[in-house]
């Protein structure tokens, strides 16, 4: 989605580390990106590529030991990395919101979801206990909660997995927060309760101007519901761009591969491609480009430089294939060169 608006999020040069007695492991490295208001970020990758903490991150939701080591994220201008732990409490659930994978760890199943959510919205709005309540309501109606008028004293076990997601989204817009960070919100439900879900964030996106950063593995989920999709891998983005030429004409090895082992509606193939090996452990992330022992088309400059991210069509991929310079990826290698 084009905008001219000025970014509602802005990430600069994020670096997420964790300590340990073996050295410090670098989880999130220089990551850097922008969503504007009403825009849906889809942010992909396979286990273990960093995507949800950088989501973690920007809500100050990082568990100890991991901290931010370098970067800033700033949230409508105002910059919320280094804010004290009690400010940036106020900023959550008021300015940002946050829908997790299981909705059961985001309720309590101690208490009915009129008290959660009145609760919430009484936080971080002057509200009276009866208009908080009555903001519940009209929030439970908004996400598709059939008779909310009977459910909203109901407690969390009472509602069926996809019913449970819905309550997390209307506690996620209690105090109608300016970005919502949605990690695997569709993972654990099934796939006619997923579109249902993914048709609800991009009608709040659509009414209430909310930027959305949805992070997840599923490229399906992309393809309905982002605008832009960056995806990542190793702890950095290795391409960003708009969503169809992402999928359509991707520019990175790694997303060609992501797009290669999807399979199309209407065609007839033996095998799906696959991308040999898996993702590099934090403790031995290889020199130069993290993706060269498992690409077809590195170079012997992939294995000692490591690219940024350059353009690339419509997009932007870190790749040496796309260097302006036409200096490339050089030689081709043979894979047993790396593997050796």
């Given amino acids: 989605m084009a905008t001219n608006n000025p970014p509602l999020l802005e990430v600069r040069n994020l670096r997420v580390e964790f300590p340990t007695r073996r050295g410090t492991l670098l989880a999130v490295d220089d990551v850097s990106f922008d969503i504007a208001p009403g825009e849906v970020l889809g942010v992909v990758g396979e286990s273990g590529a960093g995507k949800s903490l950088t989501g973690n991150a920007i809500i100050g939701l990082l568990e100890p030991p991991g901290r931010i080591a370098a970067g800033e994220i700033r949230l409508e201008g105002k910059r919320i990395d280094n804010l004290p732990y009690e400010e940036m409490r106020k900023i959550r659930g008021a300015r940002i919101g946050a829908i997790f994978q299981d909705p059961l760890t985001s309720l309590n199943p101690l208490y009915s979801v009129s008290h959660q959510l009145v609760e919430t919205i009484q936080t971080h709005l002057p509200l009276s ?14 996400v598709g909660i059939p008779g909310a008028e009977e459910r909203i004293d109901h407690y969390p076990h009472q509602f069926s997995g996809g019913m449970r997601q ?89 997303t060609k591969g992501l797009m290669g082992s999807i399979p199309s509606l209407g065609v007839r193939t033996e095998r799906l491609n696959q991308i040999d090996g898996s993702m590099p452990r934090l403790t031995a992330i290889p020199k130069g480009c993290a993706f060269n022992p498992r690409c077809t088309a590195r170079g012997e400059r992939c294995l000692v430089e490591r690219p940024d991210l350059m353009s690339a069509g419509a997009s932007r991929a870190a790749c040496w294939l796309h260097d302006a310079r036409g200096v490339g990826a050089s030689v081709p290698l043979a894979r047993e060169t790396v593997n050796a």
């Fill in 129 to 142: 206990a009866s208009a908080a309540r009555a903001r519940a309501l009209d929030l439970l109606k908004e």
């Fill in 166 to 254: 819905r309550v997390v989204i209307a506690l996620a817009l209690c105090a109608g927060p300016r970005l919502i960070v949605a990690d695997e919100p569709t993972t654990a439900l099934d796939v006619s309760i997923q579109a249902q879900i993914i048709a609800l964030l991009k009608k709040l996106c659509r009414e209430h101007g909310t930027a959305v950063m949805l992070v997840t593995h599923d490229m399906g989920v992309i393809a309905e519901t982002a605008d832009r999709v960056a995806v990542m891998y190793a702890g950095r983005i290795v391409e960003i761009g708009p969503v169809r030429d992402v999928i359509k004409h991707a520019q990175h090895p790694y």
